[in-house]
Every structure is written in structure tokens, then in C-alpha cells.
Antibody
Framework: QVKLLQSGAALVKPGASVKMSCKASGYTFTDYWVSWVKQSHGKSLEWIGEIYPNSGATNFNEKFKGKATLTVDKSTSTAYMELSRLTSEDSAIYYC?????????????WGQGTLVTVSS | DIQMTQSPASLSASLGETVTIECRASEDIYNGLAWYQQKPGKSPQLLIYNANSLHTGVPSRFSGSGSGTQYSLKINSLQSEDVASYFCQQYYDYPFTFGSGTKLEIK
């Protein structure tokens, strides 16, 4: 079955960067876009962007351009998101997600989330 | 960006009741809408896609409807396990955007 296993919680200092991972299993990693979604404490969800593992092509929410970098390692079926120049506004849970079928844009599969806390 | 206005922000209902949550898009999204359920401490789970298609394994007491800019999620015969937050998401256009959420509690 499809699984997305995310890396553990991170405590990082303001101004630093953090890189989190999302290891996929149960399907052909290169066939499906992987999206990343932010959920700030007690708030709603924001779509950050997506990456197509086969080619490395990306689409971003303008709000997160310059903040988030998306990459993949096809050899380990792992997607990565790096967030740079962190501030308290970046403290949130970050989810990786996958659509159920090629050509779909809704998210049927979610990782368990990575909690990022930005604090000195 | 397409804005998704979701209402109500919170809702309290009795077991067995029927509840409705609404989402209004800032422009026509041509049924490009999904609904998610998020229980405390858990990841969101897909309920509905294409405005009215039930995702595999989701109980039939959940249903979606709407068109154009107005969409709704209905939960029939409310169960205790339905206590959660619910979010809509439009995927008609980039960037994908979500509603602000509805927190459902049992009276």
C-alpha cells in the first residue's frame, strides 16, 4: 500500500535552514507528483508546491518561492523540502502528499507530518 | 489566487443529526473541489473529490454537492467518530487553496 514516511520533528534557530524528507513506498515513485502542505498551529492548510520525481519539474505557490526548495532522490524514492531563512512564521507542521491517480489534483495520501519549531 | 471561504468556523451537533458545511470560491472552480477530515493530532484524510465523488472507504453518510462557486459537505446521522476539523480545497487552478476549516463537535 502507498506510504509516505516523513522525517522527525526539528527545532531550528531563526535564520537557519531545515531540510525534511518524505520516503515513499508501495508505488512507482517517479509516476506521481509529490506536493507539500503547511499547517500552522491551529490554522488552515497552505499548498507550498509540488515536484514530479521523474523529471524534477516543480510548481510553486508564489508565496513560498525563495522560501522552499523541492528535490528528490529517485534511488531511494525520497522527496525533500528545504526551508531557508527561517522565522517564527515558518513554525508549523509540514505534510508531503500524493494524488490518487495520474492527472488528479486532490490528495489521497498524506505523510504523518514533520513539526518544525523555529526558536532561539 | 482563488479564495475559499468556509463556514461555519465551528459547529456543535447531536449524535444522529445531519450537518452541512459550506465553501464558497471567489470564482467558478468547475467542481474542482475536495473535502478533507482531520482528527486531532492526525493528518488530513480525503473524503470527497470532484465536488461529489466519495473517496474509497469513506462512509456513505458523507456526501458532497454544489457547482460554480458554492459547494457543501453533508454528514448524515452524525457519529461520535465524526468529531474532527473539515477543510475544503480547490484544485481548479494553481495555487491550490484551502478553506479555513470547520471544527465539528458533538453536543
Amino acid at each position: 500500500q502507498v506510504k509516505l514516511l516523513q522525517s522527525g520533528a526539528a527545532l531550528v534557530k531563526p535564520g537557519a535552514s531545515v531540510k525534511m524528507s518524505c520516503k515513499a513506498s508501495g508505488y512507482t515513485f517517479t509516476d506521481y507528483w509529490v506536493s507539500w502542505v503547511k499547517q500552522s498551529h491551529g490554522k488552515s492548510l497552505e499548498w507550498i508546491g509540488e515536484i514530479y520525481p521523474n523529471s524534477g519539474a516543480t510548481n510553486f505557490n508564489e508565496k513560498f518561492k525563495g522560501k522552499a526548495t523541492l528535490t528528490v532522490d529517485k534511488s531511494t524514492s525520497t522527496a525533500y523540502m528545504e526551508l531557508s531563512r527561517l522565522t517564527s512564521e515558518d513554525s508549523a507542521i509540514y505534510y508531503c502528499t500524493r494524488t490518487p491517480t495520474v492527472g488528479a489534483f486532490w490528495f489521497a495520501y498524506w505523510g504523518q507530518g514533520t513539526l518544525v519549531t523555529v526558536s532561539s | 489566487d482563488i479564495q475559499m471561504t468556509q463556514s461555519p468556523a465551528s459547529l456543535s451537533a447531536s449524535l444522529g443529526e445531519t450537518v452541512t458545511i459550506e465553501c464558497r470560491a471567489s470564482e467558478d472552480i468547475y467542481n474542482g473541489l475536495a473535502w478533507y477530515q482531520q482528527k486531532p493530532g492526525k493528518s488530513p484524510q480525503l473524503l470527497i473529490y470532484n465536488a461529489n465523488s466519495l473517496h474509497t472507504g469513506v462512509p456513505s453518510r458523507f456526501s458532497g454537492s454544489g457547482s460554480g462557486t458554492q459547494y457543501s459537505l453533508k454528514i448524515n446521522s452524525l457519529q461520535s467518530e465524526d468529531v474532527a476539523s473539515y477543510f475544503c480545497q480547490q484544485y481548479y487552478d494553481y495555487p491550490f487553496t484551502f478553506g479555513s476549516g470547520t471544527k465539528l463537535e458533538i453536543k
